[in-house]
């Protein structure tokens, strides 16, 4: 099968070159040169996939995404910037980008991405295991973890949490009462491109995990020089 993909990029060197590298490994690719055709193809037409760069004319990618997000929210979005502060990374994330990468790149890791992005959107879903033969149930506070059936609340409510996220809260929950060191979370995410980022990335997943959270009785704190420890509030 023929994976389809929108690259929405206004520079027309890049766009050129990212969409041939793109062709000549099998993918189909649809190119939008502004945000509003972006937009148009997204909503009107089928894609397995978009790349969206965020300083887009006309609509701004970010726009873009988070419009098309209210109608496609299983799509799965790659966001290329070249801002590569926290908050850019932060307010990527925030609008729903599945992956954020920064520019200049090298095409490989763009198609790691990509291929990371499709296998985890083909994922196969697997019908819940009743709680009362689960093993994998784990509570903190108003936090229920369940690794059986992949699933966190907070009092009732299901988190939405991306693959690094639900990894993270794994680790803090496994963890929790003990200070998760940062080189824990280095390794446990060692095999694992499909999120990957600069070495500030980390704090992006803490920003967005400790969000979440909000609203529980649970926090995530620094503990400076060392790592982090999920606890309950006081």
Do not use: C
Request: hydrophobic share 45%.
């Amino acid at each position: 099968m023929v994976i389809r993909l929108l690259l929405a990029e206004d520079d027309a060197i890049l766009s050129d070159a990212l969409s041939t590298s793109l062709r000549d490994v099998g993918f189909d690719v649809e190119i939008a040169d502004n945000g509003a055709v972006a937009e148009y193809l997204l909503l009107r037409q089928s894609f397995d996939l978009a790349i969206i760069d965020v300083g887009l004319p006309m609509v701004d990618g970010l726009t873009v995404l988070r419009r098309v997000r209210v109608q496609r929210p299983a799509l799965p979005v790659l966001v290329l910037t070249a801002l590569d502060g926290l908050e850019n990374r932060v307010a990527g994330l925030n609008a729903g980008a599945d992956d954020y990468l920064t520019k200049p790149f090298d095409f490989p890791e763009l198609e790691a991405r990509i291929n990371a992005l499709l296998r985890r959107a083909r994922a196969p879903v697997h019908p819940p295991t009743p709680m009362s033969e689960r093993t994998g149930v784990q509570l903190a506070g108003q936090l229920t973890f369940d690794r059986d059936a992949h699933r966190a609340t907070v009092a009732g409510e299901v988190l939405d949490l991306s693959p690094r996220e639900w990894l993270l809260l794994d680790l803090l929950v496994t963890q929790r009462s003990k200070v998760l060191t940062k080189e824990q979370i280095a390794q446990a995410w060692q095999a694992d491109v499909s999120e990957s980022g600069g070495p500030s990335s980390l704090d992006v997943y803490i920003h967005r995990l400790r969000r979440k959270l909000e609203g529980s009785d649970l926090s995530i704190r620094t503990v400076r020089g060392l790592g982090y420890l999920l606890e309950q509030k006081q």
